[in-house]
Every structure is written in structure tokens, then in C-alpha cells.
């Protein structure tokens, strides 16, 4: 599976999550620029940009193992 986060209005990352026997593999792409409309506020430094995407990734890998 394959997800696109949001860093900021103006960039994005690509995640990709899959699954080998026990393992979850985890690859995630650099930022890139992309045109996708604000939904929250951006994060403002650094660190919180690590955390919102961190934050995100925890629901994808929870959402990956239930199963849904």
C-alpha cells in the first residue's frame, strides 16, 4: 500500500507499507512539491513536520495491522 502525506500546503511524501510473512516494511520517499489543499495548519519547523509524519504513519502501520 502506498500513501501520500502531507507535510505542509506544499509538499508531500510518499509511504509505502507492505507486509512479508511477520515483517512490515516500511519505505518512505523524499518531499516533494505538490498542489494539495490545506485540510490543517502546516507544521512550522522541522521537528514538528518528523511529527505530524510520524503521527501519520503510526495510523497507517495500526490501520495495516487490523486489517482495514
Known amino acids: 500500500m502506498t500513501y501520500t502525506i502531507k507535510l505542509n500546503p506544499s509538499e508531500a511524501v ?3 507499507i507492505w507486509r ?3 515483517d512490515v516494511n516500511i ?3 523524499e518531499a516533494v512539491p505538490v498542489d494539495i489543499p490545506p485540510v490543517d495548519p502546516p507544521p512550522s519547523d ?3 513536520r518528523m511529527e505530524a509524519l510520524l503521527q501519520e504513519m503510526a495510523a497507517l502501520l495500526e490501520k495495516l495491522r487490523s486489517g482495514k
Open 14 to 16: 510518499q509511504v509505502s
Open 20 to 22: 512479508r510473512g511477520n
Open 27 to 29: 519505505d518512505i520517499g
Open 46 to 48: 522541522e521537528k514538528q
